[in-house]
Structure formats: C-alpha cells, structure tokens
C-alpha cells in the first residue's frame, strides 16, 4: 500500500492507476462497439431494401471507435491533478482531435457517395466531361472539409485564428514562390479540362511516354503505359507539351508490302490483289474498304501494296495478326510464292 500511495508528477500511483483503467476501460468499449456493427448491424443492415444503412454503418465504424478513445484519454486525463496550463493544453488538443475524426467521417462519407452512387450515375451518361469532373469534385470536397476542420479545431483549442491568417498573409509572398509549380500544376489541369486534349480511357503520347489515361487530377495526371506501368505526369508538363491523342483518330492506317518472286505472271498476280481484297473484307474490325495494287519492280520481288484501316476502338494487334496468318494461309494454298533477296554467281572455267 505504501508503493501506492507515493506521488508521482502530483498524483499517487494509484491514481495513475486508475486513470489508466479508465482509458483502457473506454477502448474496450470501443471494441465492443466495433465488434457489435460489424456482426449485427451489418449482417441486419445487409437485409434491409436500401444501401444506405450498409455504407453509414461501413464509413462510422472506425471514427465512433476513435471517439471512445479520444473521450476515454479525456476522462481519464481530467481524473488526475494537473497545472492550469496543462489542463488548457490537454483540453485543447482534445477539441482538436474530435474536430479531425469528425472531418474523417465526413470525408469517409464523400468517399463512399462518390463510390457508390455519383461514380456508377456519371458511367451511364453518353458523354465523359461528368467522368473527369467528379475526381476534381471529390478532392476539392475533401480539401474543404479538412482545410475547415484543422481552423475550426484551431480556434477551439484557443489559437486566435485571424493572427495566424494575418501571419499567413504577412508571408504570402514567400508561400507564393514556393507553391508557385502547384499553382501552375492547378492552372494545367483546369486548362486539360477546358480544352479537353484528351479525356479518361484515351491513348495519348506525351512526354515521351504512350499509354492510357486512367486519370486526370487536380495536379497531375496518370498514364497506364503500354507495359502496364502507372506513370504520373504534372498537369503543367502536359498541358505545355505536344500530345498526340491515338483514340482520336477515326480509324488505324496499316500499310504493308508484299514482294512476290518474278516468276509470277499477270493472271497470278490479278489473283493475288483479289485474294488479299477477301481477307480484308472477311477479319472482323477492319473496314471492308482496302487499296491493294501492284505498286513497283524491286530488286528482287513483285511488289504488292496493301493499306487497309484497322475501326476505332478494336485491338491492332488481334486485327494484324489474323490478316497476317490468313495472308500466308492462302497464298500457300494458291502457290503464290514471296520473294526474298538472292544472289546468282556464274562461275567461269579457265
């Protein structure tokens, strides 16, 4: 007994005992109560009609389990003997911290508005300027609520708010240099989306990268590459540098050449342009539209000139590959041979 009743920074260890008991107490309640919503009211909110009930429950569980956490440290902390300044610093640091879970559920809350009703809404409409607003939308919501909730905290933990603007303002400039790359970053993006060089789901060349556009920020903008790799560009590098928008183009052009050996005559090389006009109009995702003509004497070859156009939106590679594989299918099936570089030497007896 003697042990606990010594004083330790102005309470007896029992007293610290005690508060301790009282926080771990309020974060087993904590627990309870995460344990009670995710298996009841799930499981109920799961048979009910709505979808609603099931998102409320999913985005409210972590910050109510913070709460009893953030109110058990108070309680637990107001028990003990404690100087005046302590008490204010530790009163405000609590305001401060129930302000920040509040903002945390109501980002949590557009989180899952955006997921779950605006997002799949913006997919069902024909046109795509919904589908790059509404990343802006959702960071800009969030940046909001933070940006009030970290001032409104402020002032409830008794900082006096119009100083520390005033100071904000006092060093404007200094703030303005450094952030001057965001602001151009910002100003890039507002003019991607006004200009609209290429939207979601293109494929662009810029910066010397090729790929996809998966998103376009407020700062910057990612890129799916043709090997699969997320490539993040700053919106003023994009904006300020040549793009190519690829899926802008109605169709592909795809031009080849087929050099055939000399000992073809007219009859097989007539054959040969029909035969190729056939698989263009018969592969799926090529228009029937094609040019096939005999184009030049070669060195060595008869040369063919096929162009055909590859319909947007349908894979390139699918499309050359079975006209290629058709290509020598048939032309070993009619005897139409292809040329390739030879060289004859005469050999003199002496």
């Known amino acids: 007994m003697n042990m606990l009743t010594k004083t330790f920074y102005m309470n007896t260890i029992l007293e610290w005992l005690i508060a301790f008991g009282i926080m771990l107490l309020f974060i087993i309640l904590g627990k309870i109560i995460y344990r009670f919503t995710t298996n009841v009211l799930k499981k109920l909110a799961k048979k009910s009609q709505?979808?609603?009930?099931?998102?409320?429950?999913?985005?409210?569980?972590?910050?109510?389990?913070?709460?009893?956490?953030?109110?058990?440290?108070?309680?637990?902390?107001?028990?003990?003997?404690?100087?005046?300044?302590?008490?204010?610093?530790?009163?405000?640091?609590?305001?401060?911290?129930?302000?920040?879970?509040?903002?945390?559920?109501?980002?949590?809350?557009?989180?899952?508005?955006v997921t779950n009703y605006l997002r799949p809404m913006a997919e069902k409409t024909p046109g795509t300027m919904d589908d790059q607003l509404l990343p802006i939308v959702r960071k800009g919501l969030k940046f909001t609520i933070w940006s009030i909730a970290i001032l409104v905290g402020l002032n409830n933990a008794g900082y006096n708010i119009g100083a520390l603007l005033a100071g904000l303002g006092i060093g404007g400039l200094a703030f303005a240099m450094a952030a001057k790359d965001t602001v151009a970053n910002l100003f890039g993006g507002f003019t991607i989306?006004?200009?609209?060089?290429?939207t979601v789901g293109d494929r662009i060349v810029t910066n010397g990268y090729d790929g996809v556009v998966e998103e376009i920020g407020l700062r910057s903008t990612h890129i799916r590459t043709l090997?699969?790799?997320?490539?993040?560009?700053?919106?003023?590098?994009?904006?300020?540098?040549?793009?190519?928008?690829?899926?802008?183009?109605?169709?592909?052009?795809?031009?080849?050449?087929?050099?055939?050996?000399?000992?073809?005559?007219?009859?097989?090389?007539?054959?040969?342009?029909?035969?190729?006009?056939?698989?263009?109009?018969?592969?799926?995702g090529v228009k029937d539209e094609s040019i096939v003509g005999f184009d030049s004497f070669g060195d060595f070859s008869l040369n063919i000139s096929l162009i055909y156009y590859?319909?947007?939106?349908?894979?390139?590679?699918?499309?050359?590959?079975?006209?290629?594989?058709?290509?020598?299918?048939?032309?070993?099936k009619n005897g139409i041979d292809m040329a390739f570089p030879t060289q004859t030497l005469l050999m003199q007896k002496q």
């Open 50 to 113: 709505t979808k609603l009930d099931d998102i409320l429950i999913d985005i409210v569980e972590e910050p109510l389990v913070t709460v009893f956490v953030v109110v058990g440290i108070w309680v637990s902390l107001g028990s003990l003997n404690k100087t005046e300044n302590i008490d204010e610093l530790i009163t405000g640091g609590i305001y401060i911290a129930i302000v920040l879970n509040i903002a945390w559920f109501l980002s949590r809350f557009v989180d899952a508005m």
């Open 227 to 284: 090997q699969g790799r997320i490539v993040t560009i700053a919106n003023a590098d994009v904006s300020n540098n040549p793009i190519e928008n690829i899926s802008s183009e109605p169709n592909r052009k795809i031009s080849i050449t087929l050099g055939l050996t000399y000992d073809m005559d007219e009859k097989k090389i007539a054959q040969t342009i029909q035969i190729l006009e056939n698989i263009i109009k018969e592969t799926k």
């Open 310 to 332: 590859v319909i947007k939106g349908e894979n390139i590679t699918k499309a050359k590959n079975s006209i290629n594989l058709n290509i020598l299918k048939q032309f070993n």
């Open 193 to 198: 989306f006004v200009d609209k060089p290429f």
